[in-house]
């Protein structure tokens, strides 16, 4: 876990040793990767807060738990954000955003494979393992409900339609790039080490699925944390392993459609 990898042909915009010499050129800095971990926790709060207002102006009689059921369409804000966030920070870097892909045309057919692999075989493990593990430490119990319930969500429409066709394809991209792409290989050169990088960026990231939903429940904000837990630090690893996105973009792909379809029924 402590060994720096080297240029790779995969993607040596995006290897260490020359994220390295950016940060001593002082083009990467700590406040960049440590502003994109909590980027996504801190606009996703902002999102449902914004929607919460609505309800309340509209009278509803419990806007907050209203506000709750839309994070599958707002997201698509939190997006934009750490897009536009991502777009400054790469610019001053010297370099696009689409070099934290590490996208190889002569590899996408294999990509797509290991990504389907990845979700058929490590998703599956992993997040019922880590779900088991969260009900038990939280609610003393393998399947709680209240979790369940404040994931569960009924839309209109349209708005479920959005969440089918649109939202999941942008927020598993963008969610890859903030975490993996960008967060994890810059704190790793500036840490020189391995195991704290990774820590970090799982704590966030983690930590940002306990705002997705937020509910004011300290027991399901835990629960949605430590359930997350090990599927992220799974990620992380496999990224550190290939580095390229384009698999753990295709799998986050098949696991947050899943989800619209899962947890979305329409009014």
């Keep these: 876990m402590n060994a720096l990898p080297g240029i790779t042909a ?38 449902q807060g914004l929607v919460t207002l609505v309800f309340a102006w ?29 777009f400054w920070l ?3 870097e010297g370099i696009r955003i689409r070099d934290l892909i590490g996208l190889q045309r002569g590899r996408l057919g294999r990509d797509a494979l290991l990504g389907l692999g990845l979700l058929l075989l490590a998703f599956p493990v992993v997040m019922i393992g880590g779900s088991i593990l969260s009900g038990l430490l939280i609610f003393r119990e393998i399947q709680p409900g209240e979790p369940m319930l404040a994931a569960m969500k009924s839309l209109p429409l349209w708005a479920a339609l959005y969440a089918r066709s649109i939202w999941w394809v942008v927020w598993s991209f963008t969610e890859q790039l903030t975490y993996n ?6 704190l790793q050169a500036l840490t ?15 930590l940002q699925h306990a705002f997705l939903p937020f509910v004011p429940d300290l027991r399901v904000f835990l629960y949605l944390f430590i359930q997350m837990l090990p599927l992220v630090l799974v990620m992380q690893l496999v990224y550190l392993r290939i580095r390229r996105l384009p ?5 986050h792909w098949g696991m947050d459609l899943f989800s619209t379809f899962y947890f979305i029924t329409v009014v």
Excluded: E, H
């Design 10 to 47: 995969t993607n040596p915009v995006n290897a260490w040793p020359v994220i390295r010499r950016r940060v001593l050129d002082r083009r990467v800095t700590w406040s960049g990767p440590l502003a994109m971990v909590a980027a996504r926790s801190v606009f996703a709060l902002l999102a």
């Design 192 to 206: 020189g080490r391995t195991w704290p990088a990774v820590l970090i960026v799982g704590l966030g990231w983690a």
């Design 58 to 86: 509209l009278q509803n009689p419990d806007p907050v738990k209203a506000g709750t059921a839309w994070w599958q369409v707002t997201g698509t804000l939190v997006d934009l954000g750490c897009l536009a966030l991502l």
């Design 247 to 251: 698999p753990l973009i295709v799998m």
């Design 90 to 92: 790469t610019r001053r």
């Design 181 to 186: 792409g960008y967060a994890l290989p810059r």
